[in-house]
């Protein structure tokens, strides 16, 4: 295992406890496995040390503010009072000190507080009867976070863009006070980027109640917040399973049915993906709710005059955590009143008389957090307008497939069609048809998970009708523990109503087990993936768990001067400013949109904003000034120009140090890095790296996490890395049509070499375009024929622009979409939804340049027969040759002839297809020059042709025609290659 590996090196090997520097030694003698599963135990300590600390704060709180009468369920409510009590004095103290010094007091005075109840109080803890829910939590901790165990505090999970904006805003809240703007000659310098967050989150009031939990843990442990990410989101969905246990546990006859929901949400698909999706305040936000639920949707009785008190705390961590779900709160409260009124249950004055308590003590723990609230709502308000979009990034629940989704019972990354996607609709539209009808009947009986659950199906009706992809996106997580609680509660109703021994109650059993343990696949996908052991789907850095990449970043030496990163990936790029200061990026200013003001709407419901407002502005100004407006040459029409942007201080050749983005996480510069190299990131100089390239973000080639841009137009450049259908272990990536790159120590005389696929590309051609190379002059690539190629331009000087080099490729096309096909259930409804909007040209595994002389010294191998992996052969120059060898019309390939090796040896092999011969005819080439050509009378075609001469010759097939392979393998195909090569 490589030294940069799996394992986490903290420099110090310390953590910070309280304020207490606790050292842990890991001994060398453990050995490197040893040692990983250590730190992953550590990891996984951290997270059952986090909610325990929340259960031990919680359990006296709630003992003493709400009922004794079922301590099973104060003991299940403990975990979310005790995060809701955390984030409430964090965020209130955070206005006077950075959290690095208000943590631990915060800390000291809750275990204070909660030691002094439970002496006075002197409140028993079931033990008995928690056993099992721990036993359930221990479950779901293991199924989400079993990759803690792999990879420590290095686990990164998909890394999405969120998780990279929580934790540098986290380290924002770490290291300064929330309400005092930081300086402005740092935000200009760039000292640390994490500054840009204060006008992101703080100016307009957006919701940061996580981004302060993750900061106090940071203060407690000395982790950093990237490292600390994944333990504190695994606590928060552990907080939320015991809220919903809390929620069903309205009487103590639900024990049982508590227990079933909270053993279904630990294996729920769409619960495990909320976390290794890293929605870190969807997660914590979730659990606030069902904690503010099982408070206020009751009826307060004589012992519980204190109710609105432990209400309206968990509804002011509500608001900070994640107001977005408010409303769902405010409407169950009234519905669950306006139905105790009209069954008689209660009066209109008792309710109403129960509504000013609550508010005064919400107000009171919101304090200064009180904008958050009145601002999300606002921006909130918009999300059930109509639109016209339907090209979104998620589809997902807008078609038939939603009903699978939802389940669990498939993947909203896999694949969308095929038998089991068609049986997963099939029975996620009964479940749903059963839960339908139980919410709504559990509604009427007043049980608040039925009545929040039918505000939600009410809601995504609404959102459905207006087209709202991301709302829908949402509103099928936020369902889960709602959903789940619904379902259990219709199915232990009727089981008590079914005989003992029953044809009817074994259904029932069975048809839940059926439910739960087909959800559970998509579970287990979910978190497969979350390994990041491969490209694709959700995954946005591949890899980076298994080589530490957390690690890397945090080993890196200080350096006080300008950094240059070479990544075109947003999230790597603010993973790498977590850790550096004064780096700046050649492909784009990824904290354009953080840095901007923005007014959004309610925004000047914020004091703060009145405040600095002006002075944002003056940061926004000063910062765009850095950028230098500049124009490539196309030397086409169309197009002709390419407009981009470069930072001012880096726009010129001079030496940086520069921070190097390794093959694992980049399809460019591949040809020089060393094959099985563990390193993601290296820190290295730009003058010595030569013909290095770097991506620039342009006009018409954007990187695809470009806000804003559509997918469909063709004019994202590339796309995130995935894995390589034909070479296992191997990525590639989506490519548009124009890319430009920035070339770094470039050679007087260079050559493009481009590593292209068009085999999967499911359009019936599957053809190589007419790619050129840009520099001061267009260049076309020999490209020939169908399938993959390894194309290398002739030499190219590059474009001098603002004291850089730049360099394009055109592939000539805009590319097109892949089809859309659907079975007759999926296609039911939502066809205009496309499940894949990107338009591509292809697929590429490298982009390189090399030199004149590296291309003279090439040695193209003597023969080819081994498909694919003689394609993999970096010194074989070819193009049109599908990865399993076969090949279309038109077909090239450059061989090495040595000495003594006079003879060039052909064979292939030309298939029957829909009854008649693939081909007629075939012709061999060398050099451009027809050397025999040759009827195909049977299957087998072969060539022993005398060539005379040596070094590189370019072997050429010509074949009359071409037909598809079988469906669906659509392939237009001639023959398939046995042997080329050159014998004595």
């Known amino acids: 295992m490589p030294e940069s590996g799996r394992v986490l090196r903290l420099n110090t090997r310390y953590t910070n406890i309280v304020n207490f520097r606790l050292s842990y030694v890991v001994f060398h003698g453990f050995g490197k496995a040893r040692e990983e599963r250590l730190i992953g135990l550590l990891a996984f300590g951290l997270v059952i040390a986090v909610f325990g600390f929340w259960s031990f704060v919680g359990f006296p709180i709630v003992s003493a503010l709400f009922t004794r009468r079922n301590l099973l369920q104060s003991a299940l409510l403990a975990p979310v009072t005790g995060m809701g009590a955390t984030v409430l004095l964090v965020t209130t103290l955070n206005w006077v000190a950075p959290v690095r010094v208000v943590g631990p007091i915060v800390t000291v005075l809750l275990l204070a507080l909660s030691a002094w109840l439970l002496r006075l109080r002197r409140t028993p803890v079931p033990f008995r009867r928690l056993a099992p829910f721990a036993a359930v939590l221990l479950l779901a901790a293991l199924a989400t976070g079993y990759p803690m165990f792999r990879f420590g505090f290095n686990w990164i999970s998909y890394g999405n863009d969120d998780m990279a904006n929580y934790c540098l805003s986290a380290k924002l809240l770490l290291n300064h006070n929330q309400f005092t703007p930081p300086p402005i000659k740092d935000i200009l310098a760039g000292r640390d980027a994490s500054l840009f967050y204060w006008y992101f989150d703080v100016l307009p009031a957006l919701r940061h109640g996580a981004d302060e939990v993750l900061a106090w843990t940071s203060s407690l442990t000395g982790l950093s917040s990237l490292q600390a990410f994944m333990p504190m989101i695994l606590a928060f969905q552990l907080v939320l399973i015991a809220a919903t246990g809390a929620l069903m546990l309205q009487s103590k006859q639900y024990r049982r049915a508590a227990l079933l929901v909270c053993f279904w949400m630990a294996l729920s698909a769409l619960i495990t993906l909320g976390t290794v999706y890293q929605l870190l305040g969807q997660v914590s936000g979730l659990g606030a709710l069902a904690g503010a639920v099982t408070v206020l949707l009751r009826r307060p009785g004589a012992r519980q005059k204190s109710q609105p008190v432990l209400g309206g705390l968990l509804l002011a961590s509500l608001a900070t955590f994640y107001p977005e779900v408010l409303p769902f709160l405010v409407l169950g409260y009234l519905a669950y009143h306006a139905i105790a009124i009209l069954q008689g249950h209660e009066r209109v004055r008792d309710a109403l008389g129960t509504i000013w308590p609550i508010v005064a003590s919400w107000l009171l723990f919101v304090n200064v957090s009180l904008p958050v609230p009145i601002v999300t709502l606002i ?420 474009q001098q622009i603002a004291g850089g080099d730049y360099v394009a490729i055109d592939m000539g096309d805009w590319g097109h979409t892949f089809p859309d096909a659907r079975s007759f259930i999926t296609g039911l409804w939502g066809r205009r939804y496309v499940t894949d909007p990107r338009r591509i040209v292809g697929f590429c595994r490298d982009i390189s340049l090399i030199s004149d002389d590296q291309y003279s010294a090439l040695q193209a191998p003597r023969a080819i027969q081994t498909f694919p992996g003689d394609l993999k052969n970096k010194n074989l120059e070819y193009s049109g040759i599908y990865e399993d060898g076969w090949v279309a019309e038109s077909s090239d390939m450059v061989m090495q002839q040595n000495a003594g090796a006079a003879y060039l040896v052909v064979s292939v092999l030309v298939p029957t297809l829909q009854g008649r011969r693939a081909a007629s005819w075939v012709a061999l080439l060398v050099d451009d020059r027809l050397v025999d050509r040759k009827p195909v009378a049977s299957s087998g075609v072969g060539f022993n042709v005398s060539v005379r001469g040596q070094g590189r010759r370019r072997i050429g097939l010509r074949f009359d025609k071409a037909v598809s392979l079988p469906s669906p393998d659509t392939r237009p195909v001639s023959a398939r290659l046995r042997y080329v090569g050159f014998q004595p």
């Open 379 to 798: 921006n909130q308000s918009r999300a059930v307008q109509p639109s016209n979009f339907v090209k979104g990034l998620f589809p997902y629940y807008m078609t038939p497939a939603a009903f699978a989704y939802l389940w669990g019972f498939r993947a909203i990354s896999e694949g969308s069609r095929g038998i089991l996607l068609d049986i997963g609709v099939v029975a996620g539209a009964l479940v749903f048809s059963v839960a339908i009808f139980g919410a709504v009947w559990q509604t009427w009986r007043r049980r608040p998970v039925a009545i929040v659950c039918l505000i939600m199906m009410v809601l995504s009706l609404v959102l459905l009708r207006t087209r709202s992809e991301f709302g829908m996106y949402k509103i099928a997580m936020y369902l889960q523990p709602f959903l789940a609680g619904v379902v259990v509660l219709t199915w232990d109703d009727l089981r008590t109503r079914t005989d003992r021994g029953s044809y009817a109650r074994a259904l029932l059993f069975a048809g839940l087990a059926l439910v739960i343990g087909f959800g559970a696949r998509g579970q287990w996908f979910y978190m497969v993936r979350s390994m990041g052991l491969g490209g694709g789907g959700l995954v946005e850095i591949p890899f980076a768990s298994r080589d530490g990449l957390i690690s890397q970043l945090k080993a890196l030496p200080p350096y006080h001067d300008i950094t240059i990163s070479d990544t075109s990936n947003q999230v790597l790029a603010k993973f790498e400013s977590a850790y550096r200061e004064r780096l700046d990026f050649l492909c784009t200013d990824f904290f354009a949109r953080v840095a901007s003001v923005i007014d959004i709407p309610g925004q000047r419901w914020n004091p703060i904003d009145a405040l600095h407002h002006a002075d944002a502005l003056k940061v926004t100004e000063a910062r765009n000034r850095r950028l230098l407006a500049e124009t490539f040459d196309m030397h086409a029409v169309p197009p002709r120009a390419n407009h981009f942007k470069v930072s001012r201080p880096i726009s010129g050749n001079q030496e940086f140090a520069l921070l190097d983005t390794g093959g694992t996480l980049s399809m460019l510069n591949r040809r020089e890095r060393v094959p099985g190299s563990a390193s993601a990131i290296r820190l290295t100089s730009t003058q010595s790296e030569q013909n290095h390239l770097v991506f620039v973000s342009s006009e018409l080639g954007l990187p695809y996490y470009t806000p804003g841009a559509d997918r469909s137009q063709g004019v994202i450049s590339m796309y995130q890395l995935e894995n390589d259908f034909f070479f296992r272990g191997s990525t590639m990536a989506a490519l548009g049509r124009i890319s430009l790159f920035r070339v770094l120590n470039s050679a007087p005389h260079a050559r493009v070499v481009l590593e292209y696929t068009a085999s999967l590309n499911q359009d019936h051609e599957n053809r190589i375009p007419a790619a050129s190379a840009i520099g001061d002059t267009r260049a076309m690539l020999t490209a020939v024929g169908r399938g993959s190629a390894r194309l290398i331009s002739p030499e190219v000087r590059p």
